[in-house]
């Protein structure tokens, strides 16, 4: 299956799931009247109401010097020029009774998704959103213990967090410029609360706008492609980033970090695919990471990685 596929559904104007790993070389679709006879679910649901539960996951972090040696690594790819800001992620063993299914029907998030019995994703990150002829993106950058005191202001006003944020939107910028016109930031880094397990996080996003041809609908696929992978899971410039990241992860990504969607016939919603469990041979892993600048201190960076495992 490819994104040309995409562009004939959207010429009929035929509503679709799609599914996009992190390379955009792997690409799932199945057509929302056949939905329910695949073992596929998905729940796209901004104003979702949190439903607490009980279940949590034990995990198995990634040496610290195992980690420190990959930060170095792109550290030194940043001096370099190769790179100005790169999302590094590792996949953590994890342990839990629940399936899959079990996981998905608990976690509380805007865009949740089950794909058989592979992996469960369920992500706070907007991708695009495509309505009326334009197309809107919201990269997620910058998050914090909302219990931590002045938690706002403090992460606002971090100089590491600001810089890391603008590139992020610099490359969205330039990202949505490929497929739209009159591209501008509608809303420069705000502040949205999630929970995450047992404590709340503030995450930092910003929103961008863009204005698209009137076929956008026949030329869907192609736009997906061209804004793939994800700037705010990759990193700038991106190219360049992309080969770092292939040499400094050490394992593959698989669709952890990729997009999904629905397109309805009338407009598109999508979401990275961040908070990603995958069932492997050897058990469940979770995949997550962030974003690494010249300013980052690996400690802290380390810290992040293991805070991001949570079932919320």
Request: charge should be negative.
């Amino acid at each position: 299956m490819d994104f040309e596929f995409l562009n004939s559904l959207g010429k009929q104007r035929e509503p679709f799931l799609f599914i996009s790993d992190f390379k955009a070389q792997k690409l799932e679709v199945i057509l929302l009247k056949d939905l329910k006879n695949s073992d596929v679910e998905f729940c796209i649901n901004e104003n979702y109401s949190y439903q607490d539960h009980p279940h949590s996951l034990e995990t198995f972090p990634i040496d610290f010097d195992k980690y420190r040696k990959k930060f170095n690594y792109v550290i030194e790819k940043i001096k370099s020029g190769d790179t100005y800001i790169l999302n590094l992620t590792q996949a953590t063993p994890i342990h839990s009774f629940q399936t899959l299914k079990t996981i998905y029907n608990v976690a509380n998030a805007h865009y949740k998704l089950r794909f058989k019995d592979k992996f469960v994703c369920f992500s706070p990150e907007k991708f695009i959103q495509i309505e009326d002829k334009t197309i809107h993106t919201f990269p997620m950058k910058g998050t914090i213990d909302s219990s931590i005191k002045s938690a706002e202001s403090k992460i606002l006003d971090d100089t590491k967090e600001m810089a890391e944020h603008v590139m992020i939107v610099d490359l969205l910028r330039n990202d949505l410029s490929i497929v739209s016109s009159n591209v501008e930031v509608k809303q420069f880094r705000y502040i949205s609360e999630i929970a995450a397990g047992d404590k709340n996080l503030l995450q930092v996003s910003s929103h961008i706008t863009g204005e698209l041809e009137e076929d956008w609908h026949e030329n869907i696929g192609t736009i997906l492609k061209s804004l793939l992978p994800a700037g705010s899971i990759s990193g700038a410039p991106k190219k360049s980033t992309l080969s770092i990241i292939e040499d400094v992860e050490e394992y593959e990504r698989g669709f952890f970090s990729g997009v999904f969607g629905v397109y309805d016939g009338e407009k598109l919603d999508s979401g990275v695919m961040i908070r990603f469990i995958e069932k492997t041979e050897n058990g469940l892993i979770y995949k997550s990471g962030g974003g690494i600048t010249l300013d980052s201190d690996v400690e802290l960076e380390y810290n992040e990685l293991q805070d991001k495992i949570y079932l919320p």
